[in-house]
T-cell receptor, first 112, second 115 residues
């Protein structure tokens, strides 16, 4: 699976939007872009995923660049509960087990 | 509905002892994964089960680690002759199927401490 690059940490104020970037310049045409997050002392939690088009769900939005070499996870109104490590992961056909390969992720701090 | 459950939530064991960690996946999920997260480290894949197919053991760090999945449901991860470097949080996840378009649901993990 192709590699992703994320900033180590970001800060946000409560109730403001947060844009978490992810670079994946070596993405292949069949790689899905997945986002998971891990709240303190919990297992990872699925957030959202997409292939080419932007995606929205109840938790977040995923904006995918036209060339697919980068994507942005958007939290529309950050809450204190959104403080977590956010992982951007590519999942491709080359991994026939579907296992997730986690990087270091972005640690998001949310200030009241 | 019920999520992925793991037991015990915490386990303290002496170096050299064997331990068994249990995972109950979401009912109907055919794919099951084990990961571990060491202190200050990222999550690393250990082993994967899918139906009756041969498991993918490529992530197991040594032959002291083994896992089985009985009846396509419950899974047990066994660590023999535990070492201090085995101390970590062991996480189980399940997925409806193995495909890249399906999310994985994680359990709360078992925190293993080897003294």
């Amino acid at each position: 699976d192709a590699k992703t690059t994320q900033p180590n940490s970001m800060e946000s104020n409560e109730e403001e939007p947060v844009h978490l970037p992810c670079n994946h310049s070596t993405i292949s045409g069949t790689d899905y872009i997945h986002w998971y997050r891990q709240l303190p002392s919990q297992g990872p939690e699925y957030v959202i995923h997409g292939l080419t088009s932007n995606v929205n769900n109840r938790m977040a939005s995923l904006a995918i660049a036209e060339d697919r070499k980068s994507s942005t996870l958007i939290l529309h109104r950050a809450t204190l509960r959104d403080a977590a490590v956010y992982y951007c992961i590519l999942r491709g056909l080359s991994s026939n087990t579907g296992k997730l390969i986690f990087g270091q992720g972005t640690t998001l701090q949310v200030k009241p | 509905g019920a999520g992925v459950s793991q037991s015990p939530s915490n386990k303290v064991t002496e170096k050299g002892k064997d331990v068994e960690l249990r995972c109950d996946p979401i009912s109907g999920h055919t794919a099951l994964y084990w990961y571990r997260q060491s202190l200050g480290q990222g999550l690393e894949f250990l082993i994967y089960f899918q139906g009756n197919s041969a498991p993918d053991k490529s992530g197991l760090p040594s032959d002291r680690f083994s896992a089985e999945r009985t009846g396509g449901s419950v899974s047990t991860l066994t660590i023999q002759r535990t070492q201090q470097e085995d101390s970590a949080v062991y996480l189980c996840a399940s997925s409806l199927v193995k495909g890249q378009n399906y999310e994985q649901y994680f359990g709360p993990g078992t925190r293993l401490t080897v003294t």
